[in-house]
């Protein structure tokens, strides 16, 4: 370590990071010797959501890397989360070790700001990585990690966890292979873009002879000022209840379950969900009709039964011609009684799979012809269809067929929202526990 490098006790316990802590080095640029400086989806929009939505300024605080649990499922949601998966080139569980050991190390020290650790991997004299968040501090930077249920299959593993399995393919899917999958799961969020790019530049260098990256996906996350509910790519509330990080629910929604592996406990499972939402559709689309798809107002949140955000819908509530004020396929009726900690971003990468030949929606017809208002001019779309937003979805829990899965296969029977959604990505990942001071992430795993 270099004179300029200033040794952080993360301890094995994670709390609210110190503001205080905000001035922290990173790799020396030019001779200078330091810096400083930071759906059909279960329950997928305005049924669960994200907790803890106090306001905050941007953090430039540091999030500790030890602790029975990764960072980054409790700790309260950044703006900004790229997910990487990656496909293991290893051959056995020695090559895993010496993977997550090497992974390990580097989070340790890039969350506190420090430099990656040096690597054979890297030419002598070379900057490898780049540092071009020079001056910027770790932002609450985390990276969690999670393994598919390939890798247990490799000589010398433990057993996997018992609920590890790829998840199905639902009624009504469109999964592109491409954005499915993979042995190694990366979650990188952090409060600021270039923090989380320079987060994955740092740990793609480690893979090499290692693993291969299979995809990328990134994604951002705004609240209001007031610290509301954030708003989706459809302009609802994306959450108005999730088990709140501390409590008794939260444990025992997200927590393996003690019929788990011994070395899994105080790991979790980890669905993840691309789901493309069909704006030009939704944007043409009457704002009663919008309300009675989710079941809640766009303006405040609120069931349709409800006057504010926050109240229990009711479910018994009929119309005066004895319909069901909240409509028996709206979304938060069909997705109800789904335990589990959600935990996603939006996603906009604008025009460029439409750009580059491809398309966006696979099932759309060929001549995206639709049908036009009376008196409206015949008119091409111009593109407008071609957008590719929408919802990168992560669910934390414990028992994935009981809560994800069960509430996808009902939300697929029968959900207004599936006729505005693609799910196009899709992943089931057994999140690691976390690690002592020193240790590395699946140390109670290869030992």
């Known amino acids: 370590m270099s004179p300029d490098r200033r040794p952080h006790d993360a301890g094995t316990q994670r709390t609210e990071p110190d503001r205080t802590r905000g001035t922290v080095s990173r790799r020396r640029l030019l001779g200078a010797t330091a810096v400083t400086g930071g759906a059909a989806a279960a329950g997928w929009f305005g049924a669960r959501g994200l907790a803890d939505p106090r306001p905050r300024e941007p953090g430039s605080g540091v999030v500790p890397f030890a602790g029975a649990h990764q960072a980054g499922i409790d700790t309260p949601p950044q703006r900004c989360a790229m997910f990487v998966a990656a496909d293991l080139t290893v051959p056995d569980a020695g090559g895993l070790r010496r993977l997550l050991q090497d992974l390990s190390a580097t989070i340790a020290r890039i969350t506190r700001g420090e430099d990656p650790p040096d690597s054979p991997l890297f030419p002598d004299g070379a900057e490898v990585p780049t540092d071009y968040a020079t001056g910027l501090p770790p932002e609450r930077l985390t990276v969690t990690v999670g393994l598919g249920p390939d890798v247990f299959a490799l000589p010398g593993t433990a057993p996997a966890p018992r609920r590890l399995r790829p998840l199905p393919e639902f009624a009504g899917d469109a999964l592109d292979p491409r954005w499915c999958g993979g042995d190694l799961l990366l979650q990188l969020c952090a409060d600021d873009a270039q923090v989380v790019s320079w987060a994955y530049r740092s740990l793609r260098a480690r893979l090499p002879g290692q693993a291969r990256v299979r995809w990328t996906q990134s994604g951002f996350l705004s609240a209001p000022p007031d610290g509301g509910t954030p708003r989706n790519m459809f ?48 944007d043409l689309s009457p704002r009663s009709a919008q309300d009675e798809v989710i079941g809640r107002r766009r303006s405040d949140g609120a069931p349709l039964t409800g006057r504010r955000e926050h109240d229990e819908p009711d479910y018994g509530a009929l119309a005066d011609d004895g319909q069901p004020v909240i409509p028996v396929d709206a979304h938060i009726r069909r997705v109800r009684g789904a335990p589990m900690y959600r935990r996603g971003y939006s996603y906009d990468y604008g025009q460029l799979i439409a750009s580059a030949g ?77 690690c002592r001071d020193g240790g590395y992430l699946g140390e109670s795993l290869l030992g």
């Open 235 to 282: 302009g609802h509330k994306d959450g108005t209840a999730n088990p709140r990080p501390g409590t008794t629910e939260f444990d025992a929604t997200v927590w393996a379950l003690d019929d788990e592996p011994d070395w899994f406990a105080d790991g979790t499972y980890l669905a993840f969900r691309k789901i493309r939402m069909r704006t030009a559709e939704w």
């Open 358 to 434: 491809g398309r966006p929606d696979p099932t759309a017809p060929a001549d995206d012809g639709h049908d036009h208002a009376p008196g409206t001019p015949e008119h091409d779309h111009g593109g407008h269809g071609d957008l590719d937003a929408g919802l990168l979805f992560c669910a934390y829990g414990n028992d994935p067929d009981n809560q994800f899965v069960a509430a996808q296969l009902r939300s697929a029977e029968s959900d207004r929202l599936n006729a505005f959604v693609q799910h196009t990505g899709s992943g089931l990942y057994a999140i690691l526990p976390g």
